[in-house]
RNA sequence: CGGGGUGUAGUAUAGUGGUAGUACACAUCCAUGGGGUGGAUGCAGUCCGAGUUCGAUUCUCGGCACCCCGACCA
């Protein structure tokens, strides 16, 4: 894509309103645009992002055989009653709304009811399971306070799964599956060093959910992390569970941490309030086992580049990155260095090769700084000065140490 | 939800009970062309409402919005 249209912009300054540098470089960079407190638009950088992580999300969700799936933000009321789900007593953090008939419908914060109820559709035999099913889709919640930038806002994108099973065994088989699958995601995106499987508070059907958390300071949670096993203990359930709940040891070290994804083990609550039942092998009426998991989408793009950035803005992690390479023209308007710009944008583009191309008629000084601020991994610079020592330098974001790759060498020049 | 704070141009900020200033961005021009270049000219603003006052962006009250700390976070 060439720069010059682009129509975002970036900005020298941090927004006065936010203190999270996740939020401040991703507007700086035009990623996102804030549209008030909690809630962010993604702008067309930010969309590539989003789509990197989409796509890294589906291929694992592929491999644990889930189906996708896009439920509806309106939510029927009588259903979520059923459940004891639509009080605000018990869940104080619904948007709700009402239809010209008066009707109340609330805006999703999770989707458990509307897809065990659709399952009494589609779901009869114990042939049918396991079943799992996941969606990429916007949840709201009405959080009392909103903040850290866009890891804390009042509507989101979360991937959402949930599995049926049999037997308690087949779930937990599924529940490990997804704890692996989970792995897989942190780590391609860049921060599985420093996510850790977190011990949490369970409910009616297990001793403990488990969550994932991201070591930064920009998260809100506590953990007690256990540098041995790499896992941890939430805050809140330090009072029941004082040791590494893997080895035993009672030194574990707070750290600062924020949710990027979670767990759970609901057995059949959902299944029995819907009234969600399947024949079994002998003919007999069951209910399906559930689990819900969660994750993220903005979080985790926040925890990235919480992770990854340094002074000058983000660096993202090659997964992730909106385009693979950022090739710079320093041509001050002379025809011939624009024109190897020019062939090495259109020799990359023809070999699958994302680029941002900056063919902007700016400074030098100027298009370096943007280049870091937006952080796409590698940089290609041709110039004046470049072709006189021989050809297109290149350089790694973060990293000083630069090459330069002679100009025969373009027509197949891959990035290591 | 409790406590605290802030609303001035696209952005970041200064200032004043009496014509609102600076920087960046933007527009035009000249010079320049490897780390946000130099210069000239131009465009653009006091969150909303009420009150006090001859006069309010400034003071008072109300509203709205945003931020921070805490609580909350199926």
Not at 315 to 341: C, M, Q, T, Y
Request: aromatic share 10%.
């Amino acid at each position: 894509m060439r720069q010059s249209h682009l129509f975002t912009k970036t900005r020298r300054e941090a927004p006065a309103d936010e203190v999270a540098k996740n939020a401040q470089f991703l507007i700086r960079g035009g990623f996102v645009h804030k549209e008030m407190a909690g809630v962010y638009s993604f702008l067309p950088l930010g969309l590539r992002v989003l789509e990197k992580v989409c796509g890294i999300i589906r291929k694992e969700m592929k491999t644990l055989g889930a189906e996708e799936i896009f439920f509806s933000s309106l939510q029927n009321r009588v259903l979520w009653q059923t459940t004891d789900r639509w009080d605000d007593e018990r869940v104080d953090n619904w948007f709700k709304t009402k239809m010209k008939s008066g009707t109340e419908v609330g805006l999703g914060f999770t989707h458990e009811e509307p897809i065990t109820a659709m399952l009494k559709t589609h779901l009869h035999s114990f042939r049918d399971l396991p079943l799992s099913l996941f969606q990429i889709q916007t949840k709201f919640r009405n959080e009392t306070r909103a903040k850290s930038g866009i890891m804390r806002c009042r509507e989101f994108l979360m991937k959402d799964l949930y599995s049926f099973s049999r037997t308690l065994p087949e779930h937990e088989a599924f529940y490990e599956k997804v704890k692996g699958a989970y792995r897989n995601i942190f780590d391609a995106v860049g921060i599985g060093g420093e996510t850790f499987l977190t011990f949490a508070a369970g409910g009616t059907f297990s001793k403990y959910s488990h969550e994932f958390q991201t070591v930064t300071e920009a998260g809100e949670d506590t953990i007690h992390l256990c540098e041995k096993c790499r896992v941890a203990v939430n805050e809140e359930i330090l009072h029941e569970q004082k040791t590494c709940p893997v080895c035993g040891t009672a030194t574990l070290t707070p750290k600062r941490a924020v949710e990027v994804g979670n767990i759970f083990s609901l057995g059949t609550r959902f299944a029995e309030a819907l009234r969600l039942t399947y024949r079994d092998e002998g003919g007999k009426e069951a209910f399906p086992i559930m689990g819900s998991y969660g994750l993220g989408l903005a979080r985790l793009i926040g925890a990235v580049v919480e992770i990854h950035s340094d002074s000058a803005g983000i660096i993202w992690p090659r997964n992730v990155s909106p385009f693979e390479v950022h090739l710079i023209s320093v041509d001050g308007g002379k025809e011939e260095v624009r024109g190897v710009a020019e062939e090495l944008y259109r020799s990359l583009s023809e070999r699958g090769v994302s680029v941002l191309f900056d063919d902007r008629d700016a400074r030098a000084g100027e298009k370096f700084a943007d280049a870091d601020l937006i952080g796409i991994p590698y940089r290609a610079v041709v110039s004046e000065r470049s072709l006189k020592e021989g050809g297109i330098e290149l350089k790694e974001r973060g990293r000083e140490h630069i090459v330069l790759v002679p100009k025969s060498d373009i027509p197949t020049f891959t990035f290591a």
